[in-house]
């Protein structure tokens, strides 16, 4: 099908996407690790809090609603998890299309869950990492009643399940699965990219595909628009169709990455700048304007997520 367009149904082109990696300490040493590998040497870092905060009245102040989520590492081990939780979610809801979503690798203690506050307009990405599945319990337990937890306190939740090229983790990655739908959670079926390269998917055999063809039938939220047809394709349909290809169109790019020491860099683009310097850095975006991709592929769903037109 020829398309013109590219888009998530969900995606907002006038509001920033911002991925802020807290701290780069983790309680886990995943084989697959992309923030592993990119922080190399700087692994098991932590900027200090008084900077930390300067980074979150950057965000504060930004222009545009800003859609935040507090990576790294491993945020839930943050020091000041609490106080840091209150000030970005103080920080996005100053516009009314500010949202704040946290990762975890879901092994925090039930009664470390139980205890968190709620707030809105805040969501929970959970991954389970096979390589620690001794962490879980049977069947996932610990995460499962961790994501009921916080399911009824009424945080919106989501899984990414990392697909794992090595076969010996398929039944695995299978079991919770089905674990993840009878929970009737949003599970997104995470395809994993070369290490250090968001540009470039992994290779899987078609015996992969053949093997996790369960996540053909998943809803589609990625909107290609034609002259004559719109399709909604999900993740599986896209990276097995390799879909992904958007050289040379105007392309709305709206995502930013802090690194652990405040630093920012526009995904795609490799601008740079300091939020500990620079201190309206997101106040002085005022909008979000095209910019020719100069990629390949887009690999990665966040970014297939940003709305693009082919130039005509
Ligand atoms: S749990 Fe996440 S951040 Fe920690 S090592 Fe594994 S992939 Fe990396
Ligand atoms: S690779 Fe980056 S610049 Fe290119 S279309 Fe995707 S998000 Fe836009």
């Known amino acids: 099908m020829e398309y013109n367009r590219q888009y998530d149904k969900s995606h907002k082109i006038q509001r920033l996407y911002v991925h802020w990696d807290v701290s780069t300490q983790c309680n886990f040493n995943c084989s697959y690790c992309y923030s592993l590998a990119d922080y190399y040497s700087e692994w098991n870092r932590i900027d200090s809090?008084?900077?930390?905060?300067?980074?979150?009245?950057?965000?504060?102040?930004?222009?545009?609603?800003?859609?935040?989520?507090?990576?790294?590492?491993?945020?839930?081990?943050?020091?000041?998890?609490?106080?840091?939780?209150?000030?970005?979610?103080?920080?996005?809801?100053?516009?009314?299309?500010?949202?704040?979503?946290?990762?975890t690798n879901g092994s925090r203690p039930t009664n470390w869950f139980e205890r968190h506050r709620f707030y809105e307009n805040t969501y929970f990405l959970w991954s389970a990492h096979f390589e620690y599945e001794k962490y879980y319990g049977l069947n996932f337990e610990l995460m499962i009643n961790n994501i009921k937890i916080m399911k009824e306190k009424g945080f919106r939740n989501k899984v990414n399940v990392m697909l794992i090229p090595d076969k010996q983790q398929w039944p695995k990655i299978h079991k919770l699965v089905d674990e993840l739908e009878k929970l009737g959670v949003e599970i997104h079926p995470h395809f994993l990219y070369e290490k250090g390269n968001v540009h470039r998917?992994?290779?899987?055999?078609?015996?992969?595909?053949?093997?996790?063809?369960?996540?053909?039938?998943?809803?589609?939220?990625?909107i290609f628009e034609g002259p004559t047809d719109n399709h909604a394709y999900n993740d599986y349909d896209i990276f097995h169709n390799k879909h992904t290809c958007f050289t040379g169109w105007d392309c709305w790019n709206n995502n930013y990455e802090i690194n652990y020491k405040g630093k920012v860099t526009r995904f795609c683009f490799k601008e740079n700048s300091d939020l500990i310097t620079n201190f309206n850095f997101f106040k002085n975006i005022k909008e979000v304007l095209p910019l020719q991709c100069p990629h390949e592929t887009c690999n990665c769903d966040g970014l297939l997520k940003i709305y693009k037109e082919k130039i005509v």
Do not use: M
């Open 201 to 222: 998917l992994h290779e899987y055999s078609d015996e992969f595909y053949d093997e996790f063809a369960r996540f053909q039938n998943y809803p589609g939220q990625f």
């Open 49 to 103: 809090w008084a900077r930390q905060k300067l980074v979150i009245r950057n965000i504060s102040k930004s222009h545009l609603p800003v859609f935040l989520g507090l990576l790294g590492g491993e945020p839930t081990i943050h020091p000041n998890y609490e106080e840091l939780v209150r000030l970005c979610h103080e920080a996005i809801s100053t516009q009314k299309d500010g949202r704040l979503y946290i990762t």
